[in-house]
C-alpha cells in the first residue's frame, strides 16, 4: 500500500497536513493550465500556489471554511519558510512512480558476505 507523503503545518493556531494528492495536483492544473506552466513561474509563485491547494485541500478534507490564495500566504510566511517546506521536490515526488523495496519476501537476494 502507497501511503501519501505528508508534511505537518501550523497556520494561524491550526496545524495542518500538506500533502500532493490528485485534487490538489488538479487545482494546480486549473490554475496554470500544465505542471510546466507552474514550473515555469518563480519558485516563490509556484510553491505559494501549492501550499494554497495543498491547505485547501485539507481544511476541506477537515470540514473547515478557511481556504487560503497565494496573496494571503505571502503576507504571513517567510520566503525561508517557504524553502524549508520544500513543496516543489514534494510535488515530483507524488508523480514518481513508487519504488518497491528490495525484500527477501519479494525474491531479492542479499548481497553475500565477502568475509573481509
Known amino acids: 500500500m502507497i501511503r501519501l507523503e505528508e508534511k505537518p503545518f501550523e497556520l494561524e493556531g491550526k496545524r495542518y497536513l500538506l500533502r500532493c494528492n490528485m485534487a490538489v495536483l488538479?487545482?494546480?492544473e486549473e490554475q496554470y493550465g500544465t505542471l510546466d506552466e507552474l514550473m515555469a513561474?518563480?519558485?516563490r509563485d509556484g510553491s505559494l500556489s501549492l501550499l494554497a491547494a495543498m491547505l485547501n485541500d485539507y481544511a476541506d478534507d477537515q470540514g473547515w471554511?478557511?481556504?487560503w490564495?497565494?496573496?494571503q500566504l505571502k503576507r504571513r510566511i517567510?520566503?525561508?519558510m517557504l524553502m524549508e517546506l520544500d513543496l516543489v521536490s514534494m510535488l515530483f515526488r507524488s508523480l514518481s512512480p513508487a519504488r518497491k523495496e528490495n525484500t527477501p519476501e519479494a525474491g531479492s537476494a542479499?548481497?553475500?558476505?565477502s568475509g573481509n
Do not use: L
Open 69 to 71: 490564495t497565494p496573496a
Open 78 to 80: 517567510s520566503h525561508a
Open 26 to 28: 488538479e487545482t494546480i
Open 65 to 67: 471554511e478557511e481556504r
Open 41 to 43: 513561474a518563480s519558485v
Open 110 to 113: 542479499e548481497p553475500a558476505d
